[in-house]
């Protein structure tokens, strides 16, 4: 039985009791049975899980603290507080792709939107076609439940929609595709529209607020401004971790940290975790790790009202499309704040400040692709913590996205559009008239045509019964170590299909209670 996390005391300050980087003096050397790395939806999940059951839990977490009144509007400033690497982190191979890591107590979950969807149950089936796993969406709806129920998940109400949703979900129905309010991990939404840089209405439930507070009070202890760099090892048996202290904002290296654990469980995220294997040179013999990298390339089309919609009221995401999932296809309205949005308007000098000067008339709608067929791998970069990510996406995932980019222009259109702006190379900037917009379906586009943002990731320490298949058995225990745990999306072992968030929050749970039983 879980208590909703609106049912619990609240304190003025959610993050009382976790150990800042004012608060330390000099090098640190701690002991715990359950050392957890990564404050993010996996690793909250688990330590907070732990603490409850009574085990001596360590978080650890390399990002701040952030608390809602030092969240910033401006993108470029809440990019380089919240995110690595200031936001300008992108993989190298066939196209040049954006992904976006957090370095903030509660990881993604600070600045992402909030969708929580649950997988369908044939997901699961295409796991087990390429690893052997054999959990099922029934195995996991109790984990699912289990989340959703302490976060409160619920679907996006019509009051915070807007009419930059509003406008997403009329051109679905007027094209009879189906769509639906995105359920999202937040209570008391203002529809300000702001996840991506901090909800400074403090309502998204992001793990900082919700998992880290609970765990606390269970007794887990919170340390932020710790970098793990390398996980102790003797024999098949991890002993804990090294590191050290870094400032924050400006990642200044400080004292040194040991932390001694019975049992560590890595929830760095899926870039930074089998970059952590790498540097201790664990599990070398597995041919998985920072491998198979996946991603859910997402593309945006601007749709041009002739009138002022606003857009900037409304939740940030608040309905989607799942129709041609299936397929591969998820269809979502989106929003980022204007100096994000203004690097995909076209034009130079007095074009493009046309465009500018019509932010109020647009909405971005998006799609994003399964990508089943591309794939990627991470290595460890010499001399740092930070990943080398490669990533091909492949021709058939870039017919697919181009179908999905012909979906989207007809959304924009029977959204009452008066222009697009699809954003392709080869493609033109401004689209005036729907028939001219074939030219969307008919000029067949090359990844290079494409900046395509990959914001959810998964597979580098994929999932499998076989240790030739993967890193992690399915109870989330490296193949290769007896007490090593992996529980972030990198254990996916293919495709969320629907935004990961979720899925990696209801996996980490089923860890946990894992790892309490085996305890
Ligand atoms: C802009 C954006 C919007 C998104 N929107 C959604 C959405 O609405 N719904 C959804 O389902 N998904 C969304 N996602 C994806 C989702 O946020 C991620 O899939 C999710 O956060 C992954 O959780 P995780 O625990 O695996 O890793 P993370 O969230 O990355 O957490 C890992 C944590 O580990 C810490 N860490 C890393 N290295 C170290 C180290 N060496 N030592 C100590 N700590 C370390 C990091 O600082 C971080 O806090 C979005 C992502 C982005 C970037
Ligand atoms: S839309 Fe605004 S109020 Fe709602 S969760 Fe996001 S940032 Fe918070």
């Known amino acids: 039985m879980t208590t909703p996390l609106a049912m619990l005391p609240t304190t003025t ?3 009382d009791g976790v150990k800042a980087f004012a608060d330390y003096r000099g090098d640190l050397h701690e002991r715990c049975e359950v050392l957890v790395v990564g404050s993010g939806p996996g690793g909250a999940v688990v330590a907070k899980e732990l603490a409850e059951r009574g085990h ?4 650890l977490e390399e990002g701040p603290p952030m608390g809602r009144r030092e969240f910033k509007q401006e993108a470029g400033e809440a990019m380089q507080r919240l995110i690595r690497d200031g936001g300008s982190r992108a993989s190298r191979g066939n196209i040049v792709t954006p992904t976006m890591q957090a370095i903030v107590l509660g990881g993604g979950s600070v600045i992402n939107s909030a969708i929580c969807a649950r997988p369908p149950a044939w997901i699961f089936d295409k796991w087990a076609e390429r690893t052997g796993t054999s959990i099922t969406r029934a195995d996991l709806d109790p984990h699912f439940e289990r989340v959703e129920t302490f976060l409160g998940v619920a679907p996006t109400p019509a009051e915070v929609q807007g009419e930059r949703n509003e406008r997403f979900r009329r051109g679905c129905e007027a094209i009879g595709m189906s769509v639906e309010p995105i359920w999202r991990n937040v209570q008391g939404c203002k529809g300000s529209g702001e996840c991506f840089t901090g909800c400074r209405n403090g309502a998204k439930k992001s793990t900082d607020v919700s998992y880290v507070p609970a765990a606390i009070r269970a007794g887990a202890r919170v340390f932020t401004s710790i970098r793990v760099e390398r996980v102790v090892a003797q024999g098949r048996r991890v002993k804990g971790i090294e590191g050290r202290i870094v400032e924050p ?12 654990a019975d049992l560590v469980v890595l929830a760095a995220g899926c870039m930074a975790t089998p970059v952590i294997l790498q540097k201790s040179e664990l599990c070398t013999e597995n041919r998985w790790v920072g491998k198979d990298l996946r991603f859910h390339p997402g593309l945006a ?8 919609i606003d857009p900037w009221k409304g939740a940030t995401q608040g309905y989607h499309s799942l129709q041609y999932l299936e397929e591969g296809l998820k269809f979502e309205v989106l929003w980022s704040p204007p100096s994000v949005l203004a690097t995909r308007m076209p034009g130079v000098g007095h074009s493009y400040q046309k465009h500018l000067l019509r932010y109020d008339h647009l909405a971005p709608f998006d799609v994003i692709c399964a990508a089943d067929r591309s794939s990627g791998e991470v290595s460890a970069k010499r001399g740092t913590m930070s990943p080398d990510i490669q990533y091909h996406f492949d021709q058939e995932d870039v017919d697919l996205m181009q179908k999905g980019l012909g979906i989207l222009s007809d959304i924009c259109w029977a959204s009452g559009a008066e222009a697009i702006l699809p954003g392709l190379h080869g493609i033109p900037e401004v689209i005036e008239r729907k028939e001219d917009a074939e030219v969307i379906r008919t000029h067949r586009l090359k990844a290079s045509d494409t900046i395509a943002a990959s914001n959810h990731a998964f597979c580098t320490t994929r999932m499998s019964p076989s240790a030739r298949l993967g890193v992690v058995d ?6 290769d170590l007896d007490n090593l745990y992996i529980a972030d999306t990198g254990i996916f072992a293919a495709s969320s299909g629907v935004n990961p968030m979720l899925l990696c929050m209801a996996l980490a749970d089923r860890v946990a209670l894992g ?3 085996r305890l």
């Open 249 to 260: 904002l400006t990642n200044a290296v400080h004292g040194r940290v040991t932390f001694d």
């Open 301 to 308: 089309m601007l749709a041009m009202y002739d009138a002022p």
């Open 474 to 479: 399915e109870s989330g225990r490296c193949h």
């Open 13 to 15: 300050d959610p993050h």
């Open 56 to 59: 001596d839990v360590i978080l």
């Open 515 to 517: 790892i309490h039983a």
